[in-house]
Antibody
Framework: QVQLVESGGGWVKPGGSLRLSCAAS????????MSWIRQVPGKGLDWVSY????????YYADSVKGRFTISRDNAKNSLYLQMNSLRAEDTAVYYC??????????WGQGTLVTVSS | QSVLTQPPSASGTPGQRVTISCSGS????????VNWYQQLPGTAPKLVIY???QRPSGVPDRFSGSKSGTSASLAISGLQSEDEADYYC????????????FGTGTKVTVL
């Protein structure tokens, strides 16, 4: 079955950096676009970024453009999100999700990122 | 950056039918298919309806979806206690390059 497991979350000071990882299994990873979606605890869902199957095309929400970088390693069935210049408003649970034509189908359990001094 | 509008709450007694609306625009719901997610407390969202009205394998047929113009709806018939959760609609948006937009979310309470 499809499984997505995020890691790398934690506490970081404003201006700091963090790298999230997502390990995928149960499907042919290289056949799917992949995405990161975040949710401030108790609030709604926000699309952060997604990446094409081969990694050549990436899209970002305006709120993270220039600070976050999405990447993938198809040989390792892994998705990454490098987050730089972190701000308090980036505090959220970050989900890795598989993308199908209509949107996101399978989601990981999420990893919490806390940006605070 | 919720672009799609949902009522904040909905409720019903066990066995009743509950309907949740999702309002968008011509650049999202009006021209794209709609998905619905269920988020139980403390868990990740789960896809319950895709392509406006299709149920993924394993989702009970109590869940149904529809779309008309720039609005969509999720209906839960025969409401059960385990349906108590937050529900979000979502769709791609042509006006925001590469963005997948979500609804504001609706908390469904089983009375």
């Amino acid at each position: 079955q499809v499984q997505l497991v995020e890691s790398g979350g934690g506490w970081v000071k404003p201006g700091g950096s963090l790298r999230l990882s997502c390990a995928a299994s149960g499907f042919t990873f290289s056949d799917y676009y992949m995405s990161w979606i975040r949710q401030v605890p108790g609030k709604g869902l926000d699309w952060v970024s997604y990446i094409s199957t081969g990694g050549s095309a990436m899209y970002y929400a305006d709120s993270v453009k220039g600070r976050f970088t999405i990447s993938r390693d198809n040989a390792k069935n892994s998705l990454y999100l490098q987050m730089n210049s972190l701000r308090a408003e980036d505090t959220a649970v970050y989900y890795c999700a598989r993308v199908f034509e209509g949107g996101a189908d399978y989601w990981g359990q999420g990893t919490l990122v806390t940006v605070s001094s | 950056q919720s672009v799609l509008t949902q009522p904040p709450s909905a409720s019903g007694t066990p066995g009743q039918r509950v309907t949740i609306s999702c309002s968008g625009s011509s650049s999202n719901i009006g021209s794209k298919t709609v998905n619905w997610y269920q988020q139980l407390p403390g868990t990740a969202p789960k896809l319950v309806i895709y392509s406006n009205n299709q149920r993924p394998s394993g989702v009970p047929d109590r869940f149904s979806g529809s779309k008309s113009g720039t609005s969509a709806s999720l209906a839960i018939s025969g409401l059960q206690s385990e349906d108590e959760a937050d529900y979000y609609c979502a769709a791609w948006d042509d006006s925001l390059t590469g963005l997948y937009v979500f609804g504001t979310g609706t908390k469904v309470t089983v009375l």
